[in-house]
Structure formats: C-alpha cells, structure tokens
C-alpha cells in the first residue's frame, strides 16, 4: 500500500487538464503517443466535441520514481463542469492528492477555486501545477502569486509545466509520489469500496469504478450495496489501464473496476458503499446522497406517433445515466411526452444530443424550469416541477424556489457589468474578495431559475470569455412568483406556460408574446397572442392572417409537382403543433430561451 | 361542371424567336428541325392511337410552347388532319394556338383559322413598355393589340390574354392601366399569373445575383384582390386561380387538367395522363426525335398514382378550380369529406375564404390567394 497513489486532476475547462494526463501516462509507458488519440481520457465522441469531461474514468499507471521504487500511480479523473459537482466529490473522495491545473496566462478561475474547496475539504494533498508556460502570453510570476494567495503555499512548490512542450512532467510525477500520502485502510477490516463513477456496458451491464477504503474484495464474493437491497456477485474484478485488467482481487488502497451481472447503472450509484453481503461492514463510507435533479423540462417527440420509440430509447439511455430522472406526462399542446429531471443545463443538452444521435430521436424540449415548492392555504404541501401544474394563485399561501450559492471570477474590469447582470437576475450580494489587483471573486446568492438560461452565456459575453462561474446549491427560499399563461386565440398552450418572479411578469409577457409574432408564421386566420397571470391579460400580439400563398400555374406538367409539393409541406405541418386553429412551429416552444433582456 | 368523361391532346411546338427572362418551358431558338419535328410528332400520334383507339372523345386539342405561332400555318394544319385520321375528334372540339404578338399578321391568323384553330391565346404579358422590356418580350402595347385585332378580324373570335403582374416594381396604377388596356379588347378569357420564379430561368439568376428585387406578398396580395375585382366589374369571372372568363368561354383544355381528365400530350417534354399514370417525354428536341424514330415514344418517366395521391390531386385541382362536389368526391373515394373537415371548413367560411352551397365547397376570391395553404391544411 505505500507504494500506491490516488490523485486527480483539479483545473478549468481549457486548461489542459486532459493533455497534462495524457503525458503522465505516455512518459510512464502506460500508452505510446499514437495511442493517446489526442486526449484518452474523453473517450465520448461528445466529450472530445465540447472539450469537457463529462463522466470520469480512472486509470493506473507504474511509475519507476528516482528514489528506485516501483509505485502505482491511479489517475482519478473528474468531470470539469458545475453540472455534476457531485460526481466531482465523489472522485475525490477517492484521493489523497490532487494536481491543481491553472492555465499561465489565464490564471485562476472559479471552477478552479470552487474544486480545490472541495478538494480541501476532502482532506486532499494539493500539487499546484502551472500549464502553458511556454505561451507567449503566459505570465507565471503573477499566476504564481495568485496560486501562492489562494493555497498559502511557498513559490517553489509551484511547478512550471508545459504539457504540449513536454516540460516539467517528471517534476510532476515525482512531486505526485512525493507529496501525496499512500492510501491509508486495512485490508483485513470488512470490505468497504466506494463507488466513485459507473458505467453501462451493453454486455457485460454496469461496471462500477471502485476505491477499496478497507477489506478486499474478490471474484465470487456476495456483494451488498448499502443504497439498495440486492445483492450481487463479483464475477470480474481488475485493475484500470488503457483496457480493465483482470486481478481477481482488489485490496485497501487499491483503485479498479467490478462486474457483477449488473443490468442497471442505478444499481451502481456514485457515491455509494459495496461490502460483503451477511459478513461485511456495517455502515457505508461517509458523504453518500441520492442525486437530485436541479433542471426540469418536457421531452416530446417531434412527431406524436414515435411516443413509444422515445420511451424505448429513454429506458436505454437511463441505464447509462443514473442521474437522468424521467416520467410519462401529457400537453394539451405537444401530445404524449415525458417531464425528466436533469442535473442541469448542460447535462439536459448533452441527453438530448445523445438521443438524437445515439437513439435517433428528435424532440421537442420545453422551457426548462426548477421545481418548486408550493404551499396551499389548505396545508397542503405540492411539489411542482411543471409550471403547467401551478396551482390556481387564489389557493397559494406562499411558494418556494431553490437557491444557489454562486461564485464569478473574473477581471477586475467587468465587476460593474457583472454585477448590474447579477441584479437583473435577482441575485444577492455576499462578498468580493481579490485574488490579486486584477482579479476579483465575487460571492453571490441567485434563485437557480435565474441562472438556468442564459446567464453563463450573458457572463461570458459581457466580460469578453474572461469571466468564470459556478454554483451550489444552499436551499429553498421563499418568493413571489407568479405563473405567466401563453395563449392563442384564447386557447392557453400548457407548453409555453412559465414561473416568473413577479417584478418581471410584465416584461417577460411582453417579450414573449413578441417573440412568439415572429416565431409563429402567417396562417389562414389571424393569431392573436396574449401574455396572462390568471384572467389579467399583460401583453398582447397578433400575428396577421397570411394574405397570398398559391402557386399561379397549374398545367398538365405542373400537376406531379405540385402535388409533392403539397405532400411535403403537410410534412412540415406534422411537426408543427396544431393548439386550436393555430400551428405552433416547434422554435416557438423555446422561444424564451432566445429572449434578450 | 363543364364536361364529362372527354379528354384533350396537347401538342408541345418547342420552336421559339429567343427565350424571354420568365420562361420556363423547354424551348429552343433555331428552326432548322422543324420538318424532322413535325415527322416525329406524327409518328408519335401515330404509336398511341394504335395503343389506345377510340377510348375517348377529344374535345381539345391545345398548341403550346414554345411559340407555335412561328409555325406554317399549313404544318398545323397537318398535324390536325393527322389527329383528325387517328383519334375521335369532336366537331365542336376548342382547338387553341399559343401566340405571341409580332409573329403573326392578319392574314396568317386567317390561314391559322382555315388550319382548324378556333381558340387563340395571346402572351401579352403587359402593355406598359418598360414591364415588356424588362420580361425580355419582342413586341410593344401596340403590336400587342394589334395581334388581337387581327386574330379577331380573322374570324377568331374565342380570344385570351396572358397577363403578368406582381413585375418588380409594379404598382397597382400600372397594373390596372394594363387590365383596362385588356378588358378593352375584342378578348372572352384572361389568365393573370402573378410573377412566379421558377429555377433555371434568366429572371431567377438576376433575383439571385441581386439585380432585381421581387415585391412581396401583401402587394401580390394587393394586386391579385384588384385583378379579381376589376375583372369581375367587366364580366370576366374567375373560375380558378389565375383564369377569368366572359361566360360560357372558360377554357375546355385547361378545365380538362383541373378536373382531373386524360390529356395526351405530344411532343417535347409533353406530360400525358391516362390509365391512372402521369407520363412525360424528354425535353431535348434530338433525343425526342431519335426516340420516337426508334421505339416509337419518346417517355422518359411515368408514375402510377396511388388511391391516396389520386384523391389528393383531385381535391386540391378542384378547389383551385371551380369548387369540390363533396358527394361526388366521397363517393369517389368512399371519403367523409366533412366529418374530417368541418372545423377547418367553417372557419374557411366565417373568415370568407370559401363558400358552401350544401354540394359544392369553392373558394372565395380570398380563399384562391391562400389556396396552397388551405389545400395542406385539408384532409
């Protein structure tokens, strides 16, 4: 055991976290440098896309170090958005140390500073590492000094890295064997393994990725989970290299995989504690909560008649997905579809792309929205995740929204513009601390609603990209917020309905229904648009009643094709959805998201 | 209804003096073919009447083009005499020619008239100077309507103008100085299309390269509101889309392709439709020449209308014509027209875009304007 390591790697999008691991394991032999498909570690199509690391995934490597020991060295990777903060404090507390990333020239970011708190409070050993040194605009001194300001460490505990010039990658090794103390565990305490990621494999089920904290656990032996009541048995059990390695046993301290016939990742949770079935611990490791989702929103197919095809491809997806939550709901406007619960923005996008790529399912997605919790003047308690399901304003005692605990980074020179935004977004000043003269930390509380849409987007395009951001969850508060009806005609369209805070009912009313003017094409009849609370008509629109649209000539020749032309336009208005007399393209059920405030 | 269980022939004359911006039609500028041509089209004449004998009484023979008022007059002649020999060909039959004023005097309409072509149809086009300029046509307003006069001082009297508007540019002012130049003449029948662009014509490349700017749909819609007003205060009523009739004079061979009848069609790229199959030929003058020597025909493709895509045409010629006679059409296609229907139907109604008698559901002047949208909107 004293010649094994656990760490990971801590560092903003971008800097370099996957090329600085792909070096470890090519200067530790472990993959050539034709192997290292450029970046192993994003082995999804859509992690490599987007540049994210989106599931984590381990790796072992044997390093000979300059002391003449031979030492095991298991790379934890964490997935590098705020989306799933939970599976990042679950890979870490499969750890002892972490590598702290920081780009040269960009410095420290938010999501940098909110995973070393993590880290820190892991009880983690920290390796500040600065990338990219050998930019021309990298400026170590000063992102030295704001690394120095942020661990209290000393300057030359700092190392100097270039991982696409292939400098200071031994120091890192070395500091990695030196600094970082070996897992501690008894092998002959009963087994406990922490889960800290899974994944489905369609042959073998789901495979959970394990830090054995005590005991040993082997092929054949009974195994309990604690989040669960099933058993299972351990039919593989191995080690991770650049494919699983069958050991057929994983003692304390140790880091690997273990198959089980397992038919559902949701058996597997991260987060969760394995032991021996009858014999084994009696209590899980410490820091196990069920996933939550933040993110809420209808999935609907494009056409109504693939319901089912959409449930099958969701039921297949979700194995590999144990965060992704979903159940069968109806609109009067979209049909039958399904309301899913994501861990937020980025994770209900990249299940969507999956489903149209991986499952070829086009679908509808409606606003998002967060849930809330309702109290009745009945004393009823409802739960809401669909603003359709509102209750009427008249039975409302009060209502509650989630909050977050928000933390921005960025130059000094975009604070003022920063935060005029975080004002228009309802959130609440806490505190600016300065990470050097250039650089501030802002602290601040927003509803999570508010920062669900656009608010990354409007950060990064009011502070030119050099802002960062992340969030937590701290708790639900209570707030006036009102329902905001859409209707056509006067027929109100569940889909489009939203939960606003009431300060920006108005102005929300009339930017849709504005919005909506231009999204909703001409038809045969004139559409008017109304922006409602309740019965109170807030804003209004109309879109005119097409005046021309027939083709002039219609002959002998003419007669085929324009009768494809027909067939193809009814196409199109297949996937349009008809509420009333109104065709609603499917844009239009996201057009909120496109409204510039 | 106008006829009942009659078909029409059509004879596509590809010869042209030059190709006008608009067109798209196939069409060539040389005239060197023309007796290889001829020889070709009888021949083909020739194959299905062979095929398909005394199935129907023709009641239209129709030459388009292309400009077939460049031809002989006796070369019509013959292919008449020809189609006369092959096919059952009604007395009473509307034989119509295609003209473009400024190929034809008052005395070749005459010898068109002895050919056997009672029905002719002028591409006016427009009467103002700079519109005919622009649409690339040979003659001015007054070659134009002297082409009228002499067709009707000829003993033609079954006259129609094609008429273009919605023209870049285009007011209404204009347009109506140029509906009244047309209600003016000795004419029974005007077909007024508003400016389509089609792919591969001239007009199309300038719309694409930025030269000219179309004019959009409120004032199409303007122009076509005052088309059918103005043409209806003069006695032209309309009777589909773009044609308006004095009555008693809407065109048979038109209304044979609206309701949904066989046509032959022979001759460059002619369409056909008999036997429930659309059929049509090569465009290219060669290639129509050495297939037909060969085999006869010259089709290069067909298809076989399904029982849906049938009912489909069906529906949306008719309501594009003269109406759809919901028991004729259920019948037909043992359909419930109305049960589908009826939501979209009465606010079809209560907007006054279409009218129902209790029989028959035709558009309004209105409804025509969005004919393409209501016909996807029904089931």
């Given amino acids: ?597 | 209804m106008f006829f009942r269980d009659h078909a029409g022939i059509y004879i596509h004359i590809p010869f042209c003096d030059h190709k006008c911006i608009y067109c798209d039609f196939y069409s060539i500028i040389t005239s060197d073919n023309i007796q290889a041509y001829l020889k070709a089209l009888k021949k083909e004449i020739d194959y299905y009447a062979e095929k398909y004998q005394n199935r129907n009484n023709y009641v239209s023979v129709f030459f388009g083009g292309g400009t077939p008022s460049l031809m002989e007059p006796k070369y019509l002649g013959e292919i008449l005499d020809h189609l006369h020999k092959r096919f059952s060909i009604k007395q009473s039959a509307e034989i119509t020619m295609e003209t473009n004023p400024g190929t034809v005097n008052r005395e070749k309409f005459r010898e068109f008239r002895h050919a056997g072509i009672n029905r002719v149809s002028v591409g006016i086009q427009s009467f103002d100077k700079k519109e005919l300029e622009f649409l690339t046509r040979i003659h001015d307003a007054e070659t134009a309507k002297s082409a009228v006069y002499d067709a009707y001082m000829a003993g033609i009297e079954n006259l129609s103008l094609d008429l273009i508007f919605n023209l870049p540019g285009q007011t209404s002012e204009i347009w109506l100085k140029t509906l009244s130049e047309a209600v003016n003449l000795p004419v029974k029948h005007i077909s007024a299309y508003s400016l389509i662009l089609e792919r591969g014509t001239i007009l199309n490349k300038m719309v694409l390269k930025g030269e000219i700017d179309l004019q959009g749909e409120e004032i199409d819609a303007d122009l076509y509101e005052k088309t059918i007003g103005f043409l209806g205060d003069y006695g032209f009523e309309q009777y589909e889309v773009s044609n308006f009739a004095k009555p008693g004079y809407e065109c048979v061979h038109n209304s044979i392709y609206w309701q949904a009848k066989e046509y032959h069609g022979f001759g460059t790229s002619a369409h056909s439709y008999f036997d429930g199959k659309r059929r049509w030929n090569v465009s290219s003058l060669k290639f129509y020449i050495d297939a037909v020597n060969e085999k006869g025909h010259a089709i290069i493709g067909e298809e076989e209308l399904t029982f849906d895509e049938r009912k489909e045409e069906y529906r949306y010629l008719y309501l594009r014509h003269t109406g759809l006679n919901i028991r004729e059409y259920d019948e037909l296609f043992s359909e419930d027209f109305m049960t589908k229907n009826e939501p979209l139907v009465l606010e079809l109604i209560n907007h006054g875009l279409a009218e129902y008698d209790g029989v028959t559901l035709q558009m309004t002047g209105k409804g025509y304007a969005v004919c393409d949208e209501i016909i996807a909107r029904i089931e």
């Fill in chain 1, 1 to 597: 055991m004293n010649n094994i390591r656990n760490f990971c790697i801590i560092a903003h999008i971008d800097h370099g976290k996957s090329t600085i691991a792909d070096r470890l394991l090519e200067y530790t032999g472990t993959i050539t440098a034709r192997e290292a498909k450029d970046q192993i570690l994003d082995s999804m199509d859509l992690e490599r896309e987007r540049g994210i690391t989106i599931k984590s995934h381990a790796i072992a490597m044997e390093y000979k170090a300059k002391d003449g020991n031979v030492y095991a060295l298991n790379l934890i990777d964490t997935p590098g958005h705020v989306d799933f903060t939970y599976e990042v404090s679950r890979s870490l507390a499969a750890c002892e140390g972490a590598l702290l990333i920081v780009d040269a020239s960009q410095g420290v970011e938010a999501q940098t500073i909110s995973n070393l708190y993590l880290a820190i409070d892991a009880g983690l050993e920290i390796i500040p590492v600065l990338n990219k040194i050998d930019l021309p605009g990298a400026d170590p001194d000063k992102i030295k000094a704001q690394v120095i300001d942020l661990l209290g460490c000393k300057d030359e505990e700092i190392i100097l890295a270039s991982a696409k010039a292939n400098i200071g990658i031994e120091d890192i090794l070395e500091a990695i064997v030196k600094t970082v103390p070996p897992p501690v565990g008894d092998s002959t305490l009963p087994l406990q393994a922490l889960i800290f990621d899974s994944v489905f494999d369609p042959y073998r089920g789901a495979i959970a990725y394990i830090r054995v904290k005590n005991g040993i656990i082997k092929e054949r032996d009974k195994l309990k989970f604690f989040a669960h009541d099933k058993v299972y048995e351990a039919e593989e059990v191995g080690v991770l290299r650049l494919n699983k390695i069958r050991t057929g046993s994983l003692k304390a301290g140790e880091v690997g995989y273990v198959i089980g016939g397992i038919k559902d990742v949701h058996d597997t949770k991260v987060g969760d504690t394995i032991t021996i079935n009858k014999t084994g611990a009696a209590h899980p490791l410490p820091g196990y909560k069920e996933i939550k989702p933040m993110v809420y929103s209808g999935l609907y197919p494009t056409n109504t008649e693939q319901y089912e095809e959409l449930r099958d491809a969701l039921d297949k997806y979700r194995l590999n997905d144990a965060a992704l939550v979903f159940e069968p709901e109806t609109s009067a406007a979209l049909g039958f579809g399904f309301r899913c619960g994501f861990l937020g923005m980025l994770h209900m996008e990249i299940v969507q792309e999956r489903l149209y790529r991986e499952f070829n399912q086009a679908i509808i997605t409606t606003l998002p929205n967060v849930e809330y919790i309702v109290y009745k003047k009945s004393g009823e308690k409802v739960i809401v995740d669909n603003p359709d399901h509102m209750p009427l304003p008249g039975e409302i005692e009060n209502v509650e929204e989630p909050y977050v605990k928000a933390q921005i980074v960025t130059p000094s020179e975009y604070v003022g513009s920063i935060m005029k935004l975080a004002m228009d977004k309802r959130g609440i000043y806490k505190n600016t601390v300065y990470i050097d003269p250039t650089r501030a930390d802002l602290s601040y509380e927003f509803p999570l609603a508010e920062i669900i849409f656009d608010f990354y987007d409007k950060l990064k395009s009011i502070s030119r990209g050099y802002a960062s951001f992340d969030y937590e969850f701290i708790g639900n508060r209570e707030s006036e917020l009102v329902k905001l009806d859409l209707l056509l005609n006067g027929e109100p369209v569940d889909a489009l309905s939203m939960i606003v805070h009431r300060s920006k009912a108005y102005d929300w009313g009339r930017k849709v229904a504005d919005k909506l003017k231009d999204l909703i094409p001409k038809q045969l009849f004139e559409i008017n648009i109304q922006a409602a609370i309740g019965t109170k008509v807030i804003a209004k629109s109309v879109v005119k009643a097409m005046r021309k649209n027939v083709l002039a000539k219609c002959y002998g020749g003419d007669i085929s094709r324009k009768r494809k032309l027909l067939e193809k336009q009814k196409e199109g208005k297949k996937r349009m959805k008809q509420v009333g007399n109104v065709e609603i393209p499917q844009e239009a059920f996201l057009a909120v998201l496109q409204i510039d405030e």
